[in-house]
């Protein structure tokens, strides 16, 4: 005698709930993984160090700011001022087009050595306007704007360093026993340093 309708319906549904509860099971074991192995821990370390990446640029753009501030203010020593305006404008557009994925060390290289450059022009042009015959006629505003500047330096050798520690803890982690296993099945990689002064601590 064929089964009912009723009969297969029953079957059909029984079938839905042992799926359902093996996806269930999955989904537990897999959280359970997770949480066994660090992944909390190492989104938490990501964000950290990808939040310290956000100090480092936002230093970086309060110096970029001043720069056109201090072109401005030594303007009426045209000889000196031309003589960096073309090279600061090149490097900062070299900064401003750097790709910064964290992950590749290139780029945060090529990024460091860009900044550094605008750094080193920065630090040119206030040595020579100091040293030009006029320096006194707009002393008190170089000086101002010189002291804000090399306030930013301060900030971001500090930002740096933040930054360096969060990474260093960051690729610590995911490296050890079991937590590489989590990195390298959802695809956390190393983040790169910024190359440290030298004599810096």
């Given at each position: 005698m064929p089964h009912s309708l009723k009969f297969y319906v029953a079957?059909?549904?029984?079938?839905?709930?042992?799926?359902n509860l093996k996806q269930l099971s999955l989904i537990v074991l897999a959280t359970i993984f997770f949480s066994s192995c660090g992944y909390n821990k190492i989104?938490?370390?990501e964000e950290a160090a990808n939040t310290q990446w956000g100090q480092v640029e936002s230093v970086y753009e309060r110096r970029a700011a001043l720069v056109p501030q201090l072109l401005n203010q030594a303007k009426s020593v045209g000889s000196v001022t031309q003589k960096y305006s073309s090279d600061l404008e090149k490097a900062m557009g070299k900064v401003a087009s750097?790709?910064?994925?964290?992950?590749?060390?290139?780029?945060?290289?090529s990024f460091d050595k860009s900044q550094k450059e605008v750094g080193n022009l920065i630090s040119n042009f206030l040595n020579d306007l100091q040293s030009h015959p006029d320096f006194k006629l707009y002393e008190k505003n170089i000086l101002d704007l010189k002291s804000q500047i090399e306030g930013s330096e301060n900030r971001i050798n500090n930002e740096r360093r933040k930054y360096n520690k969060t990474?260093?803890?960051y690729n610590a982690y995911i490296n050890k026993i079991p937590q590489n296993l989590t990195s390298g099945l959802?695809?956390?990689?190393?983040k790169a340093y910024f190359e440290a002064k030298k004599g810096a601590n």
């Open positions: 079957i059909i549904q029984k079938y839905i709930k042992m799926k989104v938490e370390l750097s790709k910064t994925d964290l992950t590749n060390e290139s780029q945060i290289d990474v260093e803890e959802m695809g956390f990689k190393d």
